[in-house]
Structure formats: C-alpha cells, structure tokens
C-alpha cells in the first residue's frame, strides 16, 4: 500500500486530506504534537477502513520530526507522499501588523511553517529520490501570494515557505517527485469572520489528490 504521511494533523484538514487519500487505497501516518488526539483520528480512520497511525512530534523540535517520520516510514514501509500543514492556535500564536513586527515575531512563524517543512522534507526526499517517485505537498493560507497586515509575521514566513516549494518543485523536474504549494484563500469551517468567503475541509481535500495525481502544477490555489 502507498502511504501518505500529514504532518499537522488535525480534526480539519488533516482528517479531510486522510480520507481523500485513504479512500484511494493509501495507509496514512498523522503526525502531531499530542499522541492521544492522533490516536483519536487514527481510530476514527480505521473504523471507515483506512489503516492509520499517529506519530507525535513538535514540528518546532527537528529531531523529534525526523525521528516521527522514519518511524512512520518503518511502520508503513515508506512514505509516498508528504502533506505537510501545521497551524499554530489562537494560545500559542502572536500575529503582528509589519510596522510592529520584530524579527522574534517572524522567527516563530518560519519554526513552524517554514522550518519544519524543511526538516520534514530533508526527512523522506532521499528515498523519494532513490525511488525516483514521490509527492511533497505544503500548505499555507493565500497571505502567502496577497498578504493581509493583520497577519504580518506569519504572511512572511508562509512567503517564505511558498518560494522555497516553487523553487524545489524546479529542482525536482525531471526526478519523478513532484513538489506543489496549496494555497487555501477561505476559512475553513463555518465559523469564520462575517463576510468572509467559507469552504469544508472536504470541499478543499481534493485539490491535493488532484496536484498528486496530475504532477505539472507547481502551485494551486482555492478561492470562492
């Protein structure tokens, strides 16, 4: 069985993205911080008869990151495709406007949204490599290409994150491992700002089967 390995898996996009893959015959690793709520997706998982399982890490802590990957790796015999999408919570994240943002503010955005996916990458692109086949899939929100002032610090860092995975997917031309940039320009759920454009998880999943599968596009990007 081919295996996808959603590192920043949650109830929302992560679960949905799980489905999307599992239903086409994938096994799926969750990677997170906390292993009882992986635990929890898991199960939720293998009761619609997608095989999962969770593998805690802080996407902040590279060792941690690379150590719940090879380990994934070795659970499901190789991981086929990365999707890689953390979200910081409303606790633990300080958005800042640009004239206000100290260089702190944006270190903390690019440990999570950039840093991370850099490890995560380093973690399976050799074997993808060696295989000469793969799929590296990375998420940010649309303030990556329009950025919004309120989200200052962490526009610039998914900015910084959607360069560099243009910039591989060049590299990787030719390779048979394909890299590709989601773009999500709505809130998700139901529960957004008034006014402002809403999609599902589910509506949003597709997209990344479809960049898997149909391996030119280097970037997609969902709107209303």
Known sequence: MPT?????????MGLAIARTFGSRGFDVALVARNQAKLDDLAGTLEAEGITAAGFAADVRDPEALTQALKDAAARFGGIDVLEYSPTGTIATTTLTVPSQTTPADVQRELELLFYGAITATQAVL??????????LLYSTGAGS???LPMLG???AA???LRNWVLNLHKELAGTGVQAAHVAIGVWIGTDGPPGAPTATADEIAPVYWDLHVH????ERVFTR
């Open 145 to 147: 290409i329009d950025p």
């Open 153 to 155: 610090n962490a526009n």
């Open 4 to 12: 996808i390995a959603i590192v920043g898996a949650g109830p929302g």
């Open 126 to 135: 050799p074997a993808m490599r060696e295989a000469g086949a793969g799929t």
């Open 215 to 218: 391996r030119d596009d280097a």
């Open 158 to 160: 998914a900015a910084a």
